[in-house]
């Protein structure tokens, strides 16, 4: 994010007869119903385990989190006041909330200051989205609508960095999850009315008397998984759904639709080949040498991203909203030439066997297979159920794989998300103690220049050990049929801005 498994960013019922359309047949489009996309299956539905982009039209609408992260129309973000109704930070590492006092679930109980401590501490524990709340050493409920952060070091990017902690009923979560997950008792403005896991889709259905300041306008999403881009650019066409995300070649078929408008929207998440140095033959520091110059990094931003990258893009897997990567950091270079030689002195048997390839459904996966094997490197290409896929990458149990960013808004937070030891978004396990240490100095440095000086020095750090290419940010756009105005996207649509 932060988190791209992302993201993996990416957010119906099948059955769309009328819903888009004025019944008096002027084709005017009706605002009361909105149809939008998944590109990836939920993979799951408990709250508390919120950790890919696909989950979000269901938990930002159904759930409330103490802010909602905003994305301006020039790709700046903000922060916009959610259960919290204002904050303030008493010292370096104390931040405190005030909850709004209207707020309430579904069923009417009031949202506390306790349910939300206890939100917060289960976070620390689980797996999924420790990550989240790993600046927190305690916290402390003052009264019934505030609640006191205490950081054991200072964060600069709270309360950004909590837009995918949801705040549950805790009681009756824990009564029943099971019952509770597919049937939630949220406080966000909507409640969920339909599921329909084989299909994909869903329905969430605006409250009448959501007590939040700032209501969405529209009555009904319908929610629809496409898994497929180009299914995805056929429905967006035809009016089956009014809103879906795109980018490559996919984008380049719509973006002159006289029927649809687009936005481009954030994008700083790669997509990114990771590899295991802690399996073999990858432990082998020559042979995952040879890989980052084994591959044509521009040619497979031409296929999967068909020029439209973004601006932050580089071969080494590092962006963020605040900053540029550092103009002294070692990228990586298309070299086949090199590459062989670095086979031969990794003292392998060639043609080296590393496995399977996992990930890629953009057709990287093929590409790196191809230009492995032109240097004297055989790999397989393995697809996996998502959650299986998930699993596997949480696990570190791979060799290659390919999966998008966690993302992040601030330098110190992507170093450490993608590169830190034991982060749970570092998947392919990088550590390197220099490397944490710098982390550690970036959580407190307020020098820009020093800032820039230690980036450089662990990003170097960084690509000399080559377990981290980025294969492309693909720029992305939010694009929607003419009618309705739709904000920038950061992690799912913003309903309360839809019109």
Request: hydrophobic share 35%; aromatic share 8%; charged share 20%.
């Amino acid at each position: 994010m932060k988190r791209t498994l992302a993201l993996v960013l990416a957010l119906l019922l099948i059955c769309l007869v009328g819903c888009s359309t004025n019944p008096n047949g002027s084709g005017e489009i009706a605002k009361d119903t909105i149809n939008l996309v998944n590109t990836a299956p939920i993979p799951d539905y408990d709250p508390l385990n919120w950790y890919i982009t696909s989950q979000s039209t269901l938990f930002t609408n159904v759930y409330s989190t103490l802010a909602d992260v905003v994305v301006n129309d020039d790709l700046t973000i903000s922060c916009r006041p959610n259960l919290a109704k204002s904050w303030e930070q008493e010292d370096d590492l104390t931040w405190v909330f005030h909850l709004n006092e209207n707020a309430v679930y579904t069923n009417g109980d009031k949202v506390t200051a306790e349910h939300v401590k206890t939100c917060f501490e289960r976070h620390k524990t689980n797996p999924y989205t420790m990550s989240y709340v790993s600046m927190v050493d305690s916290i402390e409920v003052r009264d019934e609508n505030t609640v006191v952060f205490h950081l054991a070091y200072a964060w600069p990017g709270i309360p950004n960095c909590w837009y995918m902690v949801a705040i549950y009923n805790v009681d009756l979560y824990d009564a029943d999850k099971d019952a509770y997950i597919k049937n939630p008792v949220g406080s966000g403005p909507y409640t969920l009315t339909a599921l329909d896991e084989t299909a994909g889709t869903m329905t969430l259905t605006l409250k009448d008397n959501w007590w939040g300041e700032n209501k969405p306008v529209v009555k009904t999403v319908n929610v629809r998984t496409i898994t497929d881009p180009s299914t995805l650019v056929i429905a967006l066409q035809k009016g089956e759904v009014d809103v879906g995300q795109l980018s490559g070649t996919n984008y380049s078929l719509v973006k002159d639709d006289p029927n649809l408008e687009n936005k481009q929207t954030v994008s700083q998440v790669p997509v990114q080949l990771l590899l295991n140095k802690n399996t073999e033959p990858l432990n082998n520091d020559k042979l995952r040498e040879a890989i980052s110059y084994a591959i044509d990094y521009e040619a497979i931003r031409k296929v999967t991203c068909s020029g439209y990258v973004s601006n932050k893009d580089s071969t080494l897997v590092f962006a963020t909203l605040e900053r540029e990567i550092p103009s002294g950091v070692q990228g990586y270079e298309y070299n086949p030439e090199k590459a062989r030689e670095l086979v031969k002195e990794s003292g392998l048997p060639v043609p080296v066997d590393v496995g399977e390839i996992i990930g890629g459904n953009n057709g990287s996966a093929e590409m790196i297979q191809q230009y492995l094997a032109d240097v004297g490197i055989s790999a397989k290409v393995t697809s996996y159920e998502t959650n299986t896929f998930v699993q596997m990458l949480m696990g570190g149990q791979f060799g290659l794989g390919i999966t998008s960013g966690s993302g992040g808004q601030s330098a110190f937070e992507n170093l450490r998300n993608y590169y830190g030891t034991d982060q749970p978004y570092n998947f392919n396990k990088f550590s390197n103690p220099q490397v944490d240490e710098i982390i550690g100095k970036l959580q407190v440095e307020k020098d820009d220049a020093e800032i820039e000086r230690l980036l450089t020095e662990a990003l170097n750090i960084v690509a000399s050990e080559h377990t981290n290419m980025n294969l492309g940010i693909p720029g992305q756009f939010v694009v929607f049929r003419k009618g309705w105005s739709i904000p920038p996207v950061w992690n799912g649509v913003d309903m309360i801005a839809v019109r």
